[in-house]
């Protein structure tokens, strides 16, 4: 009888262990957790990534508009000073916010004029608006100018060359690449955008006198 009894016990625990197996071999309900703890840091990283990526064509658009704009605000005048060519950076500045371009960036400013038989010459310069200044790509003052592809300055012609410069970094992308051993997805540093314009009252080679 006793023997009758265990052999009883050991199919009932028999039975539920294969039936406890069967349950688990079918049981899918963890594979959703697990998927999403892999999706998780992929989804992080997209996210952060975009963020990033937005910042940096904001502040492209904003370095080139400031660019234009201070090539429109130094042409207009018939003459101006050196004083006044840093009043105008202000206005740079300002465009180029929520970006601190008095912290992180700068503005070069050039005239570039040419005689009749002689190069283009940069004639003055004045740097300004931050502490991120590079030398210029145009050349300093004196320098034979060095102009875009395809640009050409005629015998008596005077342009406005502007460049805007912002030491840009990432906020979350350095951090990430450092953690998944990635490259660099936004290129960091110096970014640049320039704007040239001639004049619009006449020749503006030399800077008045205040």
Request: negative net charge; without cysteine.
């Amino acid at each position: 009888m006793n023997r009758l009894i265990g052999v009883k016990m050991k199919t009932t625990y028999g039975h539920r262990l294969g039936e406890l197996l069967r349950q688990f071999k079918h049981d899918t309900s963890g594979i959703s957790l697990i998927e999403f703890a892999l999706i998780v840091p992929v989804m992080i990283f997209t996210l952060l990534g975009m963020f990033d990526m937005g910042r940096y064509m904001l502040l492209n658009q904003k370095l080139d508009r400031a660019a234009a704009t201070m090539s429109d605000l130094v042409s207009r005048p018939s003459n101006i000073t050196a004083g006044e060519v840093n009043q105008l950076m202000i206005a740079a500045i300002e465009i180029v916010q929520p970006f601190n371009l008095g912290t992180n960036g700068g503005v070069i400013v050039s005239s570039v004029y040419k005689n009749p038989g002689d190069d283009a010459e940069v004639t003055w310069q004045i740097t300004g608006a931050g502490p991120t200044l590079p030398p210029s790509q145009f050349g300093g003052t004196g320098d034979t100018a060095s102009l875009p592809g395809g640009f050409i300055v005629r015998d008596n012609e005077n342009v406005i060359a502007v460049e805007v410069f912002f030491d840009y970094e990432p906020v979350f992308l350095d951090t990430l690449q450092n953690l998944f051993g990635s490259s660099s997805f936004i290129p960091d540093g110096v970014i640049v955008q320039t704007a040239l314009r001639q004049p619009r009252l006449g020749d503006l080679s030399t800077l008045s006198v205040p």
